[in-house]
């Protein structure tokens, strides 16, 4: 499967999606910058800065300081994938950034999206 084209799309193009998603569930914007914080260890400015500067996604997870050690805890489908499963590294980071605001979404508590 090519997936240079999801790796080209700026991550500025798919946040709001993410925003709205959550929001349209009763969760909020600072919440979904909590789960982007967690699983790249970005800070608000660094974020931002991706945002305005239209990073791709391919490039958004290579400058990451850090993907968080828990994230073999994410478990399930997403997009009919088993996250785990997935090969590709970077697609597998897109996938659990996707399932995480999935699961934001579905009203999960924090605690449990951020594998506390």
Same mark, same amino acid.
């Given at each position: &499967?090519?997936?240079?084209?999801?790796?080209? &799309?700026? %991550?500025?193009?798919?946040?709001?999606?993410? +925003?709205?998603?959550? *929001?349209?569930?009763? #969760? !909020?914007?600072? *919440?979904?910058?909590?789960?982007?914080?967690?699983? !790249?260890?970005?800070?608000?400015? =660094?974020?931002?800065?991706?945002?305005?500067? /239209?990073?791709? %996604?391919? !490039? %958004? %997870?290579?400058?990451?300081?850090?993907?968080?050690?828990?994230?073999?805890?994410? =478990?399930?489908? +997403?997009?009919?994938? #088993?996250?785990? *499963?997935? *090969?590709?590294?970077? &697609?597998?980071?897109?996938?659990?950034?996707?399932?995480?605001?999935?699961?934001?979404?579905?009203?999960?508590?924090?605690?449990? +999206?951020? #594998? /506390?």
């Amino acid at each position: &499967m090519d997936n240079s084209r999801v790796y080209r &799309m700026s %991550f500025a193009s798919v946040y709001p999606l993410y +925003i709205n998603k959550a *929001e349209r569930k009763g #969760r !909020t914007k600072a *919440e979904v910058d909590d789960i982007i914080f967690w699983l !790249t260890g970005y800070d608000k400015q =660094t974020l931002q800065k991706h945002i305005d500067d /239209k990073t791709d %996604f391919e !490039t %958004f %997870f290579a400058q990451a300081p850090q993907i968080n050690p828990n994230v073999s805890k994410i =478990t399930g489908v +997403i997009c009919g994938y #088993r996250v785990e *499963e997935i *090969e590709d590294k970077l &697609m597998q980071q897109i996938r659990y950034l996707d399932k995480l605001i999935d699961e934001l979404a579905k009203g999960r508590t924090m605690d449990k +999206i951020l #594998r /506390k």
